[in-house]
């Protein structure tokens, strides 16, 4: 069983920067692909950000340029880094965990979530 604990969110201004982080513990970590996901106020919950067990990484288009994905193996941990936020990346952000490692499919691990709020 893996756990995945977010932290790092918190209110910021439109045009600044957040970095999250995601612990995690248990499983095979370096063999997972390790996600970010989001979900603003009455939408769905939408993909941000991969990173493949190789390094590989892929991003929505929105966030192309602006966030970058990073991990540590030997910490277990996954990080997103979020700069010239816009009010439009309000949500909350979801750190997961694909087993396949390729972070096409479906994931199998979620944490708690962490609040990510841009004034404008």
């Known amino acids: 069983q893996v756990q995945l604990a977010e932290s790092g969110g918190g209110l910021v201004q439109a045009g600044g920067s957040l970095r999250l982080s995601c612990a995690a513990s248990g499983g095979t970590f370096i063999s997972y692909a390790m996600g970010w996901f989001r ?14 067990w190789s ?3 892929h991003y929505t288009d929105s966030v192309k340029g602006r966030f970058t994905i990073s991990r540590d193996n030997a910490k277990k941990m996954v990080y997103l880094q979020m700069n010239s936020l816009k009010p439009e990346d309000t949500a909350v952000y979801y750190c997961s965990a694909n087993r396949d490692g390729l972070g096409s499919g479906e994931y199998d691990y979620w944490g708690q979530g962490t609040q990510v709020t841009v004034s404008s």
Not at 39 to 52: D, N
């Open 55 to 57: 390094g590989g990484t």
């Open 39 to 52: 979900q603003a106020p009455g939408k769905e919950r939408e993909f941000v950000a991969t990173i493949r």
